[in-house]
């Protein structure tokens, strides 16, 4: 479920990541200097595609979402 309150970090093909992004693609080309993104897909055994990040400024980066750890005990 989507709220406000979400966070994304980003990895790139070697291992930079980029922490508590509220709006990755935004925060994501200004911290890297550009104002161009373009989506970054994979698909599936099944054939679906998915939306799994974004290509900046050469770097292919893939969103994760920051949730905290809740474990029942």
Do not use: S
């Not at 989507?2 to 291992?15: F, I, R, S, T, W």
């Not at 990755?24 to 550009?34: D, F, H, I, Q, S």
């Amino acid at each position: 479920m989507k709220n406000n309150k979400q966070l994304y970090m980003a990895v790139d093909q070697y291992g930079q990541t980029f922490f508590g992004l509220k709006h990755p693609r935004k925060e994501l080309c200004k911290k890297l200097g550009t104002k161009h993104a373009e989506k970054m897909y994979v698909n599936d055994k099944a054939g679906k595609t998915f939306h799994v990040g974004y290509v900046i400024a050469g770097l292919w980066l893939k969103l994760y979402i920051v949730e905290p750890l809740r474990k029942e005990a």
